[in-house]
């Protein structure tokens, strides 16, 4: 965005799923980076912010501006991105140098990159106070509810006396969870550029997905098998843990039992969540209140190490594994499903979104086995998938929300193309605009 001489970024995120570290990715951005002077972080998924390292490397030298919460998980997410590049890139070297190849694939970016973009982080947002990021440029970051610090972002421009007010969604939450606020609605604006990740269709409810996940780890502890849960990093394994602690107080399930946080990102993130109560729902800011921990259940183990998560594969049951990555293409949950999936009396429970061409698609689809680390594993565990976790507002919420903003004109962006039609035709009252790669608007 352009306004009164300056340049204002909003996110620069990731491609994902499937080539995750392709060539789009390394594509040029269709703008001058070195031109940026703000960039506004709406939170910390790698799809938004995942670029930010090439961004500085391709010579942005401007300020980025987040909340508090999302400053934090951002350098966590950052420097977990640029190690992935590297081992990447040296595994593609190894490759190629046995077949002969003399120029060997460089890394999107490094790690050295990922510390340098840190320093680019400046003024930190607190939710509902409007910052003045540039003369003509007032910035107001509102509760997303979609993951610890997420914000939409309420812009009032003003350029040479012409006024113009713009509200970007970021990724909006799904209202009702525990441990976030529900989203907030900025004030009426003139220009609404909003997400449509699930724009396409709803959501199962939240309660009835709890409960099918006291029931599926019941039934495997009964049953003496482990229980595996390939899990997000971010919000997703503290909601795990949240609700664990809630189902073992109920008495939903065993009070000796064993879980095991086995993510070295998911127990830092978890330790940001400890930080940044400012962002918790009622509920469990008032648990905090009580000097009590929303995260934390006796038989709660963490292992950072990788020597601890080896031991893991010791256990034949009563252990609840909670590893990445989410969708099982990489990470330390694949070696969990190696030592589990083939016995008959575990379990592997299936709590987010898996995309096509994953481990865990295939595993969803009904693979009867699967190869890992060079192994053919056979599919015998008991399988579970719960719908209802989604961190994702479902159609009839973006929609709610983008009646109650009221904007005359909206820009979709942020979603596949045959969802973004289909959303599309639940609006009402606005035009609706869904602008191509590079496309740019006079507002
Ligand atoms: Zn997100």
């Known amino acids: 965005m352009e306004c009164a001489g300056k340049s204002v970024l909003i996110d620069c995120g990731l491609y994902q799923g499937g080539r995750e ?62 190690r992935l590049q590297e081992d990447d890139a040296e595994n593609r070297a190894r490759k190629a140098v046995r077949r002969g190849k003399p120029d060997l694939p460089q890394p999107l970016y490094t790690v050295l990159d990922a510390l340098n973009t840190l320093g680019y982080f400046g003024r930190v947002a607190a939710y509902g106070q409007a910052l003045q990021i540039a003369p003509g440029v007032r910035a107001t970051f509102l509760d997303a509810g979609h993951i610890l610090g997420s914000a939409s972002i309420h812009l009032q421009l003003d350029e040479r006396g012409h006024r113009c007010s713009v509200a970007f969604s970021g990724d ?22 909003m997400e449509t990740t699930y724009g396409d269709r709803l959501h199962k409810p939240l309660q009835p997905s709890v409960e099918e996940l006291y029931q599926a780890i019941d039934d495997t502890l009964r049953r003496g098998g482990n229980v595996v849960i390939p899990t997000f990093a971010l919000e997703r394994a503290q909601e795990l843990l949240y609700y664990l602690r809630e189902g073992v107080e109920a008495g939903r399930l065993p009070k000796g039992t064993q879980v095991f946080l086995d993510s070295p990102m998911a127990i830092s993130a978890t330790e940001i969540f400890r930080r940044h109560p400012e962002c918790y729902d009622p509920e469990t800011a008032e648990l905090f209140r009580e000097g009590r921990d929303p995260f934390n259940l006796p038989g709660l183990h963490l292992t950072r190490e990788s020597s601890d998560s080896i031991a893991l594969n010791r256990i034949t049951g009563g252990a609840v594994i909670l590893a990445g990555s989410g969708m099982a293409s990489g990470g330390r949950v694949r070696h969990h499903l190696k030592h589990n999936l083939w016995r ?74 045959e969802v973004m039609r289909q959303f599309a035709l639940r609006l009402q009252d606005t035009v609706v605009e869904m602008p191509a790669f590079g496309q740019a608007f006079e507002l």
């Not at 940026?36 to 670029?51: E, K, P, Q, S």
């Not at 909006?172 to 550029?193: E, F, Q």
């Not at 005359?408 to 193309?417: A, M, S």
């Open 21 to 82: 570290l392709g060539e789009e990715n390394a594509a040029p951005f269709g703008f001058d980076a070195a031109a940026i002077d703000y960039v506004l972080l709406t939170h910390a998924h790698l799809d938004h912010c995942g670029r930010l390292p090439l961004l500085a490397r391709r010579g942005f030298r401007g300020e980025i501006i987040a909340t508090a919460a999302t400053c934090e998980l951002a350098r966590v997410v950052l420097l977990d991105a640029a």
């Open 172 to 193: 909006l939450g799904n209202s009702g969870r525990p441990l976030l606020r529900d989203p907030v609605v900025p004030p009426k604006v003139d220009v609404l550029v």
């Open 344 to 417: 008959q009396n575990s379990g592997v429970i299936f709590v987010g979104f898996a995309a096509r061409g994953t481990l865990a698609r295939q595993i969803i689809d009904g693979a009867t086995s699967v190869h890992l680390f060079g192994e053919e594993i056979p599919v015998r565990a008991r399988l579970y998938t719960i719908n209802g976790f989604s961190a994702h507002a479902d159609q009839a919420e973006l929609v709610a929300w983008q009646r109650r903003v009221g904007a005359p004109r909206t820009f979709l962006v942020h979603g596949e193309e």
